[in-house]
């Protein structure tokens, strides 16, 4: 067992990986902030979706007006599913790239500037700014992962 | 090759390890049931989407009343995004932390209580059960993977 | 460090890995590929959600117009939520199924038939192709995920 323990270890102790394991961290925790700030409109619009969520406010008519949609919670869900969207290639794709041995500065350069990028683009989503604000930031954190993913289909291509 | 399979293996024979994909594999299946249930009550329920889903009810108008919401339907899929916004987080989150070194009875006990609280979740979603059912079995999920997410940032910070 | 690297180089080094990495890397891209074609639809059919995204058509009424749903936009959106809920498990159980040391030859099988279906899913979601087609290629990768977990759970199963 102390034996395991020690090859785990190992790898959580490299530094490519330690890099890997903290931004990656950052940003789903990132993501994981857009369920509180949706709470937290979806409470202070008073908009929400499930009968069940308006029943403190009486029953019947004085309860159902508060089941409809408001602008800016809307606005926060489309920031969350495009989280998903793009935080799930880069967990996936990062992984192996972590493991496909690069070198340290250019990995923290791939991971600090992914982080970077979708921090900026729920800035640019939720104030929100001018485009090309948000367009950018996006493009930003997709290049990172296209070029992680070229990375690791050159190391270890096996159809 | 027999070499590094058996490093592989020592990596699946460890405890911890163990205990995170089993728990993982849990979580997704039960997700992954999500998908089910939604063609479930689309079939039952005879609302669809795609124009070409409702092509065996006939052409024209008899068909075109099956493009419609239900909202049996739309439950289902509320709580499939919800578990997209949890379980991923989960996923790599959980992952990280596993390899983070912890004992195996508290890392065993951060499993147990998010499998629970997600399965209670997705129980609270489609009875509906009152709230804060639905709203409890969701923050303990999180709270669950806010703390994982602190132990690996406390072990691997690499800036 | 170099011994750590070693270890991770050996990692990356088995076959089984090796294909999982390369067949996830290829489902993930052709995912973020769906990001791209909402922009491409989204732009060519002139539908917006956001009023920013707007703004270069001028403003009020004449940039109004263009906050709008569109069939081909909505029918991307739903093939690539479709996506989300299906390679998503696919990463965390493909992941663990690649540690629980399976054959080389029916682990190439599994990536292969869930990579080949998602690709066929996606021309059959935005042909779109008369049904069963999509249902089928759908109903194909989550049978292979199914099967990976079983796998993984006769393997590993930790309670």
Known sequence: RSGEMAKLTQLIDNEVFRAYATYTTIVLLKMMLMSLITVYFRITRKAFVNPEDTASFGKGESAKK??????????????????????????????????????????????????????????????????????????????????????????????
Do not use: C
């Not at 192996?96 to 600090?112: C, D, I, K, V, W």
């Open 66 to 159: 508060y089941l409809r949609t408001d602008t800016d919670v809307e606005r926060v869900r489309r920031g969350h599913l495009n989280d998903l969207e793009n935080i799930v290639p880069f967990l996936g794709i990062g992984l192996l790239y972590a493991l496909s041995g690069p070198e340290l500065y250019t990995a923290l350069l791939h991971f600090r500037i992914f982080a970077g990028a979708r921090i900026a683009h729920t800035f640019a989503y939720l104030i929100p700014l001018p485009q090309p604000g948000r367009g950018l930031s996006w493009a930003v954190g997709y290049a990172v992962t296209i070029s992680m993913a070229y990375k690791v289909l050159k190391t270890v291509l096996y159809l």
